[in-house]
């Protein structure tokens, strides 16, 4: 039976995107061979050794962190004394201390494909290289988004609503002798 309510309109959900669709496939899949790996070592060498080398890549992971969590902190505050002494510098020693940070994080983890790749993110040749790379795509992303960079990106995200609308509007200014008779037309201010 009819009623003669016409259906209602939704907005058109956008298109999930390649990384929203394969990031949960990839991250099933190497936690199926995380295990895989894990119960094989377990097969070969005995679960014991295995459970030394989850802990002993725990420990050296805290202890990277911590130390690159130490060299952030210290490049931080020879920063802000530099700048309060007015000696502003380029950047600092600093340079690999994220990937420090992730290598640490992934030897923490448990497993023996994460504490390969988090072996590997601690040499400083491989830090070098992925860090130009990240440089080099982050700037293409900018140049991609507009000539106004980041400013004009978050101006654009500002001015569409979250149902997709966008807000037109002008924004107009008060200029002080802009009144009746060239007088400002805000009142003055009390001292």
Same mark, same amino acid.
């Given at each position: 039976?009819?009623t003669g309510?016409?259906?209602?309109?939704y907005?058109?959900r956008?298109?999930?995107?390649?990384?929203r669709?394969?990031l949960?496939?990839?991250?099933?899949?190497? =936690?199926? !061979?995380?295990?895989?790996?894990?119960? /094989? #070592?377990?097969?070969a060498a005995?679960?014991?050794? %295995?459970?030394?080398? &989850?802990?002993a890549?725990f420990?050296i992971?805290?202890?990277?962190?911590?130390?690159?969590?130490?060299?952030?902190?210290?490049a931080?505050?020879?920063?802000?004394?530099?700048?309060?002494?007015?000696?502003?510098?380029?950047?600092?020693?600093?340079?690999g201390?994220g990937?420090?940070?992730l290598?640490g994080?992934? =030897?923490? !983890?448990?497993?023996?494909?994460?504490? /390969? #790749?988090?072996?590997?993110?601690?040499i400083?040749? %491989?830090?070098?290289? &992925?860090?130009g790379?990240?440089?080099?795509a982050?700037?293409?992303?900018?140049?991609?988004?507009?000539?106004?960079?980041?400013?004009?990106?978050?101006?654009q995200?500002?001015i569409?609503?979250?149902?997709?609308?966008?807000?037109?509007?002008?924004?107009?200014?008060?200029?002080?002798?802009?009144?009746?008779?060239?007088q400002?037309?805000?009142?003055?201010?009390?001292?």
């Amino acid at each position: 039976m009819t009623t003669g309510a016409s259906t209602p309109t939704y907005p058109v959900r956008p298109p999930r995107s390649r990384l929203r669709t394969f990031l949960p496939l990839g991250v099933a899949a190497w =936690l199926v !061979l995380e295990i895989w790996l894990l119960t /094989v #070592v377990a097969g070969a060498a005995g679960g014991f050794s %295995v459970f030394l080398l &989850l802990v002993a890549g725990f420990l050296i992971g805290s202890a990277v962190v911590k130390r690159a969590g130490r060299r952030a902190f210290r490049a931080l505050s020879e920063t802000l004394q530099q700048q309060q002494a007015g000696t502003a510098s380029g950047p600092g020693k600093s340079e690999g201390n994220g990937f420090l940070m992730l290598g640490g994080l992934l =030897l923490m !983890l448990p497993g023996l494909v994460s504490d /390969v #790749v988090g072996l590997v993110l601690l040499i400083p040749p %491989v830090q070098k290289a &992925l860090g130009g790379y990240a440089e080099r795509a982050f700037e293409r992303k900018l140049r991609a988004a507009g000539a106004g960079g980041l400013g004009d990106a978050f101006q654009q995200a500002r001015i569409h609503r979250p149902d997709g609308k966008v807000v037109q509007g002008e924004v107009i200014r008060d200029e002080p002798g802009a009144g009746a008779g060239g007088q400002d037309p805000r009142p003055p201010l009390a001292r």
